[in-house]
């Protein structure tokens, strides 16, 4: 059965660090690109990191570049996604996404191409 499971959310301070993890089973991750999204009140669902597939291939929002890192445990099938100095802005529920990658080359941010979805994890950034 497939299944994504995301955890590490919590509740950090403006400046701080979480790391986010996805879990994901009854899949070949060389087969699907994983994607990372936020959910933050009164907003639309915005991709904010992605994995390609095969290649490695990364892709970060806007609001991600240069303090977001996605990374990817073959092994473990773990997507990660380490924040660093952490926003107010960054809260809200992340979710992991997978996308099968036999339907485009690269990973991408747009959330309606994404087939699978995990439950989310909150992430509250509040001093």
């Known amino acids: 059965q497939f299944e994504l499971v995301e955890s590490g959310g919590g509740l950090v301070q403006p400046g701080g660090s979480l790391r986010l993890s996805c879990a994901a089973s009854?899949?070949?991750?060389?087969?699907?690109?994983l994607g990372w999204f936020r959910q933050s009140p009164g907003k639309a669902r915005e991709g904010v990191s992605c994995?390609?597939?095969?290649?490695?291939?990364?892709w970060y929002g806007d609001s991600a570049k240069g303090r977001f890192t996605i990374s990817r445990d073959n092994a473990k099938k773990v997507l990660y996604l380490q924040m660093n100095n952490v926003r107010v802005e960054d809260t809200g529920v992340y979710f992991c996404?997978?996308?099968?990658?036999?339907?485009?080359?690269?990973?991408?941010?747009?959330?309606?191409?994404?087939?699978?979805w995990g439950q989310g994890t909150q992430v509250t950034v509040s001093s």
């Open positions: 996404a997978a996308d099968r990658a036999q339907f485009r080359a690269m990973c991408t941010g747009t959330s309606s191409v994404y087939s699978y």
């Open positions: 009854g899949l070949t991750t060389d087969d699907y690109h």
């Open positions: 994995y390609t597939a095969k290649s490695g291939t990364k």
